[in-house]
Structures are given as structure tokens and as C-alpha cells.
């Protein structure tokens, strides 16, 4: 913004006649110009680091297929949350297969097979419930794409 030569007050460019503040004729200097707005950024000379993004179908993907293993967990940087996952699977598998197998209720490998087979599905369930969700973030604070 250009200022009147007159009473230093600042002006529009198109005050050219008379300054709206003093009434001073031919406020602006003779050799006055407007800033280029296009110098005062930096230009990208092409050594900018964009992030390495996850993406948000693949670790949808990774749940529904792998996720009693915990590898979507893994993939997008959260090995708490991937161990866990180990963790909940072997807990229910065993803790309800043990039991099975013991009594008797159901032949040797069913009685491991079902409560696994149970995982699995609550883990394509839990998949799809991701795929609603708007923007989810991995470990390191960045959006899935």
C-alpha cells in the first residue's frame, strides 16, 4: 500500500488525485510501484520432501485379510496396537479352544479352528468399519490417503 507524500498516511493506488486524509493533490510519488507479490516466495526448485502417505484401502485390505496377525497394525506404524492384535487372537483362540478340546465338545482341530475362524471374522467386520471412517491417521501423525 502506497502512503501520501503529503501526511505519510497510507493510501489505496487508486487515491492518485487527491489523498482522502489531508486532501493533498497527487498524493502518490512519481516513481512509486507496487510490490511483486511473486518475489517474496521462494520457488520450488524441485528438493521438497513430500510425506510417504499409507493408504487408507490397503490397510483395509490388510485387516480384513491379515489382521489376526496384527499387520495392518504394523503397517501403518503402530506396533503397539499390531501386538496386541497377536495378543487378542492367540488369547481367543486358546481361551475358547482349550476349554473345547478338553471336554471333548468338538473333534481335535475344530475345537481351534472355530474360535479362530471367529477372529477372523470380527477382523473383516473391524475392516469394513475402517473403510467409514473419514480421515484416519497413522503412527507418525499422517493422514491415510
Known sequence: MPYCKHC??????FDTDICPHCGGEKPIAVGYQTMDVTRTFKTADGHFHMP?????????VLCM????????????????????????????????????????????????VLPYALVWVFY??????????????????????
Open 124 to 145: 473383516i467386520i473391524l475392516g469394513i468399519l475402517y473403510l467409514k471412517v473419514e480421515s484416519p491417521k497413522d503412527g507418525k501423525g499422517d493422514f491415510l490417503r
Open 52 to 60: 510417504k502417505t499409507r493408504s487408507q484401502k490397503t490397510f483395509c
Open 65 to 112: 485379510l491379515l489382521g489376526p496377525f496384527g499387520v495392518h497394525s504394523f503397517y501403518i506404524y503402530k506396533s503397539k496396537n499390531g501386538i496386541l492384535s497377536i495378543l487378542f487372537t492367540l488369547i481367543i483362540t486358546l481361551g475358547v479352544g482349550l476349554p473345547l478340546f478338553l471336554t471333548g465338545l468338538l473333534p481335535n482341530a475344530l475345537a481351534f
Open 8 to 13: 505519510h498516511q497510507e493510501i489505496s493506488k
